[in-house]
C-alpha cells in the first residue's frame, strides 16, 4: 500500500471565527473559507478552528469538520459528555445538514439524489474517488436555487447554478466528488475540476458554504436549527 504523504500548507487565515451560539456544553460557529477544522501534522499547519477555540473553551472537540475551502456551520463539543451525545447524532443520522453552493455549467433536472459509493486511494491522496465495488455507500440530494452567467475577468460568461446541496451521509469530499460526478463540479473545487474553465483560475474561494445544521441540545432537549446565510 502507498504511503500517504500530505504536502498541502495552508496560507495564513486573517478571518475571524465568528461565535453564533454558546453555553456551558457546547460552542456554535461560522467557520471562515481558508481555515482548517483541525490542525495538522506540520507545524505550518497549526492554524485551525480547534486551536484557536480550545484557547478560549478549554476541553473542547471537534464533533465534525468542514474542508478547508468549505466555510459556514460547526458545533463543537465542550466535555466529553456532550461529544459523546453530539457524535451520536451525528452517527445515526439525526442531524440534517444543508449546504449552498455554486456549480459550474447550468444543471438540467430541478432536484435529485446523488448515489454514489466514495473510496480512498493513498495513490490519489488525497482525492477521493467514486468506487462501486470497494466504496462506502455515499447519498446526497440536491435542489436548484436558481441559474445565471458570472462575468469572469476575461471577458466571458461562465454559467453557474446555485443549488442547495443536502448530505445523507458524511464521507470525505462526498459533496465535491458527487457534484463532479453529476458533471457539475463546485465552482472553485481545485481537487475535482472547478477551475479547469478559462478565467476561472482566480476564483477566491471553494464555493461551499454549510448553511443549515439542525440538531437536539443534549442537555435542554431543545431542537436547534441554525442558519447563517451564504456569503457568495
Keep these: 500500500m502507498s504511503a500517504i504523504i500530505d504536502t498541502f500548507i495552508a496560507p495564513p487565515c486573517h478571518e475571524t471565527i465568528e461565535i453564533l451560539l454558546q453555553d456551558e456544553h457546547l460552542v456554535l460557529i461560522n467557520k471562515p473559507s481558508g481555515l482548517l477544522s483541525l490542525s495538522g501534522k506540520s507545524p505550518l499547519n497549526l492554524d485551525s478552528v480547534h486551536h484557536r477555540l480550545v484557547k478560549l473553551f478549554p476541553g473542547c472537540t471537534l464533533i465534525h ?32 445538514k444543508v449546504y449552498s453552493a455554486l456549480l459550474c455549467g447550468h444543471l438540467d433536472q430541478d432536484e435529485g439524489t446523488i448515489d454514489a459509493p466514495i473510496t480512498k486511494d493513498p495513490a490519489l491522496f488525497p482525492l477521493m474517488s467514486i468506487g462501486a465495488a470497494n466504496g462506502k455507500p455515499a447519498r446526497s440530494g440536491y435542489k436548484v436555487v436558481e441559474r445565471f452567467y458570472h462575468e469572469l475577468a476575461n471577458g466571458t460568461s461562465l454559467p453557474l447554478t446555485r443549488v442547495q446541496l443536502m448530505p445523507e451521509t458524511g464521507r470525505t469530499h462526498q459533496l465535491r466528488i458527487h457534484c463532479q460526478h453529476l458533471g457539475h463540479p463546485i465552482f472553485g473545487c481545485d481537487l475535482y475540476g472547478g477551475l479547469l474553465q478559462p478565467g476561472t483560475e482566480q476564483t477566491p474561494r471553494l464555493m461551499l458554504h454549510a448553511s443549515e445544521l439542525h440538531f437536539v441540545h443534549p442537555v435542554s432537549l431543545e431542537r436547534i436549527a441554525a442558519r447563517n446565510d451564504s456569503p457568495f
Excluded: P, W, Y
Design 65 to 96: 469538520r468542514l474542508d478547508f475551502g468549505t466555510s459556514g456551520l460547526m458545533v463543537l463539543a465542550r466535555n466529553k459528555v456532550i461529544n459523546a451525545a453530539l457524535c451520536q447524532q451525528f452517527s445515526q443520522r439525526a442531524v440534517t
